[in-house]
Nanobody, 123 residues
C-alpha cells in the first residue's frame, strides 16, 4: 500500500502563491501517473493537474491553465503543484493521488491518496 503525504497548504491572499508537495512512504512513485485533485463541500473531487511517470508534460483543467504547474522530481521521489495567482475560487482541500500509468482525470482511476491539505484564498 502506498501512503501519500501532502504538505504546503495554507492561507494566502488573492494573487498569491503556494507550492504543494507530496511524497510517498513505503515505496517510490516509479511507474505511476500522479495527479492533484481538489474538492469543496458538496462537489465531486476534481482533477486539476496530472503528470505521467516519464514525462514533464502536465495536463490541466481549464480553470488553472497558466497559473498552476505540476512537476515531479523522481530523484527526490516528490510531486509538486506550484500555484500562482490564486483566486478565491481555488479554495479547496487538495489531494495528491497515484494511479496506474495512463490514468486520466477521473478519481476512480487513482488507487492511492493523500490525506488532503487545505488551501484557503482570501479576497
Amino acid at each position: 500500500q502506498v501512503q501519500l503525504v501532502e504538505s504546503g497548504g495554507g492561507l494566502v491572499q488573492a494573487g498569491g502563491s503556494l507550492r504543494l508537495a507530496c511524497a510517498p512512504s513505503g515505496r517510490t512513485f516509479s511507474g505511476y501517473t500522479l495527479g492533484w485533485f481538489r474538492q469543496v463541500p458538496g462537489k465531486e473531487r476534481e482533477c486539476v493537474a496530472r503528470i505521467g511517470w516519464n514525462t514533464i508534460k502536465g495536463y490541466y483543467t481549464d480553470s488553472v491553465k497558466g497559473r498552476f504547474t505540476i512537476s515531479r522530481d523522481n530523484a527526490k521521489n516528490t510531486l509538486y503543484l506550484q500555484m500562482n495567482n490564486l483566486q478565491p475560487g481555488d479554495k479547496a482541500v487538495y489531494y495528491c493521488a497515484a494511479g496506474p500509468a495512463g490514468s486520466g482525470e477521473y478519481s476512480y482511476q487513482y488507487h492511492h491518496w493523500g490525506q488532503g491539505t487545505q488551501v484557503t484564498v482570501s479576497s
